[in-house]
């Protein structure tokens, strides 16, 4: 199963017009509610994640946060940091090609994540699952978290939660039988 686990504004950008993300932090959190971010992650083996969203995690200059392998999208990235090469390995393709690799790894539950990575998924109808976390703010540009793409995909909504009194988080599965 491939799943997104993702944080958007009201206008459904993941990251503003100069592509930071401390709006997703805007809101006070005084007891860390993670939002169903460790229960999600519990549910996949391995995370996919493209170049930009990497980046953005190297310039966070924390601990590697990620206890799953991770797979990195890039046709430019050349190498990953020395101290991460026994976590993080870097590739490209298209969607099926990738997912076979990984696959043959032993990896089948998923965690896709960044805004190009997401489209270039959804454009072969290869995402069944979505989590979409809405921060309540109208960003009025950057990256969006969707795209366009040729075919109708339809999701079944699975569970509304609502967190901080104002995050509203909604759970989608794919109907793959149905456009
Ligand atoms: N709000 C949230 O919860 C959230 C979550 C994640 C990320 N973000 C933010 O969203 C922004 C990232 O968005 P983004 O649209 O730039 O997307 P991204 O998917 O993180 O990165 C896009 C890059 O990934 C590579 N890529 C994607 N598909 C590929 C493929 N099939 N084969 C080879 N390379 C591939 C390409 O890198 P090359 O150019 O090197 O070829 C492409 O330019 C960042 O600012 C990040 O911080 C926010």
Not at 37 to 53: C, E, H, P, Q, W
Request: aromatic share 10%; glycine share 8%; net charge negative.
């Amino acid at each position: 199963m491939n799943k997104v686990f993702i944080a958007t504004s009201l206008d459904g950008y993941i990251a503003d017009k100069e592509g930071q993300i401390d709006w997703l932090h805007s809101i006070p959190n005084p007891e860390n509610d993670d939002m169903g971010y460790n229960k999600f992650i519990s549910t996949v083996d391995a995370l996919i994640m493209g170049r930009t969203t990497f980046e953005t995690v190297l310039s966070f200059g924390i601990d590697w946060p990620y206890e799953i392998p991770v797979f990195v999208l890039s046709t430019t990235l050349k190498a990953i940091p020395e101290e991460l090469q026994e976590k993080v390995e870097l590739t490209k393709g298209s969607p099926k090609e990738i997912l076979e690799m990984i696959h043959s790894k032993g990896f089948d539950e998923l965690y896709i994540d960044g805004g190009t990575t997401i489209q270039g998924f959804l454009s072969q109808d290869l995402i069944d699952q979505l989590i979409i976390t809405t921060i309540p703010v109208l960003l009025g540009g950057g990256s969006p978290l969707f795209g366009t793409f040729d075919q109708r995909l339809s999701f079944q909504h699975v569970r509304s939660s609502r967190y901080l009194d104002c995050i509203v988080q909604n759970e989608y599965l794919r109907k793959k039988n149905e456009s």
